[in-house]
């Protein structure tokens, strides 16, 4: 588009900046420089707060790494690009992911990876690919990115690998929520999971990720689906025995498959051993912290269960999110049950207390007010 007068420049805008762990985000005038080669700059309309977003500002089982403006579910379009970009132009709707897809390494050529070598999450990367260098300053000083993508910004500059172009026509209000924990759930279950028709399914952790999980479990035509929202609800802490225990009896052996969405050594445990013997399938979702490792009996293997992990849902970002905002398009896909809050990005901070305080599943954050 030769009349975008703003490519080559730099940018000032607004932008929600972390100054330190913990505490609130304050609203700054940032510069944010053009896309060099292989990046794009976006115009984020819509982002939505997740909860590795707080997990990182809290900073409480990572390296800490601030100023940081954070951000990475979002919906935006294409200011300008960089060079050798040729995927993506001005005007373009698009999610920037966390996660990429450069299309060139053995796993973006492997049809059973999403794990791009060169693009793969890196939550202690503060910085751009190209250069080792940030491309947002205030005053000259830089502020760090956050997972390729820091979207708490009214512009980003983010790795084309990065960034799927979507149908013009979706509401970026309602998608922007695909670029994360919606997908990872849906995917779990959709890619992963794979539950035939009819059968059980059991969800551990209700938040959005695991209530996506259901909604995959739905749109497959499960028959029981053991967590909330659901066909039915167990709180693991009414029981005398463990809740593996509980389900095994409710479903004469256990359910064919279960997804894990919580990142809990006892939800993991519990999620493998209460899948049926001979075919049962236990998916895990959930992130543990560091140290974590947990130990099953052998024979729960040689029985004929199966433990699989996944990534953003087992989605490649530009080939595959595409076609995921066409199933919200086609009604295939419900998105607007797990957007409760909304707020203007001059109230950034409400999103974060409603989801510290547990009220919130998703909080749409409108970046014009």
């Given at each position: 588009?030769?009349?975008?007068?703003?490519?080559?420049?730099?940018?000032?805008?607004?932008a929600?900046?972390?100054?330190?762990?913990?505490?609130?985000l304050?609203?700054?005038?940032?510069?944010?420089?053009?896309?060099?080669?292989?990046?794009?700059?976006l115009?984020?309309?819509?982002?939505?707060?997740c909860?590795?977003?707080?997990?990182?500002?809290e900073?409480?089982g990572?390296?800490?790494?601030f100023?940081?403006?954070?951000?990475?579910?979002?919906?935006?379009?294409?200011?300008s690009v960089?060079?050798?970009?040729?995927?993506?132009r001005p005007g373009?709707h698009?999610l920037?992911?966390?996660?990429?897809?450069?299309?060139?390494?053995?796993?973006?050529?492997?049809?059973e990876?999403?794990m791009?070598?060169?693009?793969?999450?890196?939550?202690?990367?503060?910085?751009?690919?190209?250069?080792?260098?940030?491309?947002?300053?205030?005053n000259g000083?830089?502020?760090y990115h956050?997972l390729g993508t820091?979207?708490f910004?009214?512009?980003?500059?983010?790795?084309?690998?990065?960034?799927?172009?979507?149908?013009?026509?979706?509401?970026?209000?309602k998608v922007?929520i695909?670029?994360?924990g919606?997908?990872?759930?849906l995917?779990?279950?959709?890619?992963?999971?794979k539950?035939?028709?009819?059968?059980?399914?059991?969800?551990?952790?209700l938040?959005?990720?695991g209530l996506?999980?259901?909604e995959?479990?739905?749109?497959?035509?499960?028959?029981?689906?053991?967590?909330?929202?659901?066909?039915?609800?167990?709180?693991?802490?009414?029981?005398?025995?463990?809740?593996?225990?509980v389900?095994?009896e409710m479903?004469?052996?256990?359910?064919?498959?279960?997804?894990e969405?919580?990142?809990?050594?006892?939800?993991m445990?519990?999620?493998?051993?209460?899948?049926?013997d001979g075919?049962?399938?236990?998916?895990?979702?959930g992130?543990?912290?560091?140290?974590?490792s947990?130990?099953?009996?052998?024979?729960?293997?040689?029985?004929?269960?199966?433990?699989?992990?996944?990534?953003?849902?087992?989605?490649?970002?530009?080939?595959d999110?595409?076609s995921?905002?066409e199933?919200?398009?086609?009604?295939?896909?419900?998105l607007?049950?797990?957007i409760?809050?909304?707020?203007?990005?001059?109230e950034?901070?409400?999103?974060?207390?409603y989801?510290?305080?547990?009220d919130s599943l998703?909080?749409?954050i409108?970046?014009?007010a």
């Amino acid at each position: 588009m030769s009349s975008n007068n703003t490519a080559g420049q730099v940018i000032r805008c607004k932008a929600a900046v972390a100054w330190e762990a913990g505490k609130p985000l304050v609203i700054e005038q940032v510069e944010v420089a053009p896309p060099q080669a292989m990046e794009v700059r976006l115009k984020i309309l819509f982002t939505s707060l997740c909860h590795t977003d707080i997990y990182f500002w809290e900073a409480k089982g990572q390296t800490p790494l601030f100023p940081r403006i954070f951000g990475h579910e979002a919906g935006g379009i294409v200011e300008s690009v960089g060079d050798g970009v040729t995927d993506v132009r001005p005007g373009d709707h698009v999610l920037p992911v966390f996660t990429g897809e450069c299309k060139e390494c053995r796993h973006c050529k492997s049809e059973e990876s999403n794990m791009c070598e060169l693009l793969r999450i890196n939550t202690d990367r503060g910085v751009m690919l190209n250069d080792g260098k940030s491309r947002f300053s205030i005053n000259g000083k830089p502020i760090y990115h956050f997972l390729g993508t820091s979207t708490f910004s009214e512009y980003t500059v983010v790795h084309v690998g990065c960034v799927a172009k979507i149908n013009p026509k979706a509401p970026l209000d309602k998608v922007c929520i695909l670029s994360c924990g919606i997908s990872t759930g849906l995917g779990a279950t959709l890619n992963v999971a794979k539950p035939k028709r009819g059968s059980f399914v059991a969800v551990f952790g209700l938040g959005a990720v695991g209530l996506a999980a259901a909604e995959g479990a739905r749109i497959s035509g499960a028959s029981r689906i053991i967590g909330f929202g659901v066909s039915e609800f167990l709180c693991p802490k009414d029981f005398e025995k463990p809740v593996q225990e509980v389900i095994a009896e409710m479903t004469d052996g256990g359910v064919d498959r279960s997804i894990e969405c919580t990142g809990s050594i006892a939800a993991m445990i519990s999620a493998f051993e209460c899948v049926h013997d001979g075919w049962g399938l236990a998916v895990l979702v959930g992130v543990p912290n560091k140290d974590d490792s947990f130990k099953t009996h052998p024979m729960n293997i040689l029985n004929e269960r199966t433990l699989k992990g996944t990534f953003f849902g087992n989605f490649k970002p530009r080939s595959d999110l595409p076609s995921v905002v066409e199933k919200y398009m086609n009604k295939e896909l419900e998105l607007e049950k797990f957007i409760t809050h909304e707020v203007p990005f001059s109230e950034i901070n409400k999103a974060f207390a409603y989801m510290l305080q547990g009220d919130s599943l998703r909080c749409i954050i409108r970046m014009e007010a």
